[in-house]
Nanobody, 123 residues
């Protein structure tokens, strides 16, 4: 069983930065694609960005291109989301996600979800 625990959310002004972390327990982290989804109030959960277990493949939604960066430290079982140039429309609950036993970076299937961390960007 893989458990995911997010941290690092908070309130930031537009143009600011935040770094989210997702710590995974369980031995399957290093063989899992990892990523982030977000869900704003009244909207469906949407894919944001993901990284393959080797770190050599990254997928992301166009709206975060050039602003968000994902990385992982397999020795620490942790994946990071660096968010720069934040906009009010980035306000959402951010969820860490894992797809086990998959070598790519597509998260069209998710096996494990974190509990979410809130990111609020003020204008």
């Amino acid at each position: 069983q893989v458990l995911l625990v997010e941290s690092g959310g908070g309130l930031v002004q537009a143009g600011g930065s935040l770094r989210l972390s997702c710590a995974a327990s369980g031995r399957t982290f290093s063989r899992s694609a990892m990523g982030w989804f977000r869900q704003a109030p009244g909207k469906e959960r949407e894919f944001v960005i993901a990284i393959s277990w080797s770190g050599d493949s990254i997928s992301y939604v166009d709206s975060v291109k050039g602003r968000f960066t994902i990385s992982r430290d397999n020795a620490k079982n942790t994946v990071y989301l660096q968010m720069n140039s934040l906009k009010p429309e980035d306000t959402a609950a951010y969820y860490c996600a894992a797809r086990r036993g998959y070598s790519g970076s597509r998260l069209d299937e998710v096996d494990v979800w974190g509990q979410g961390t809130q990111v609020t960007v003020s204008s």
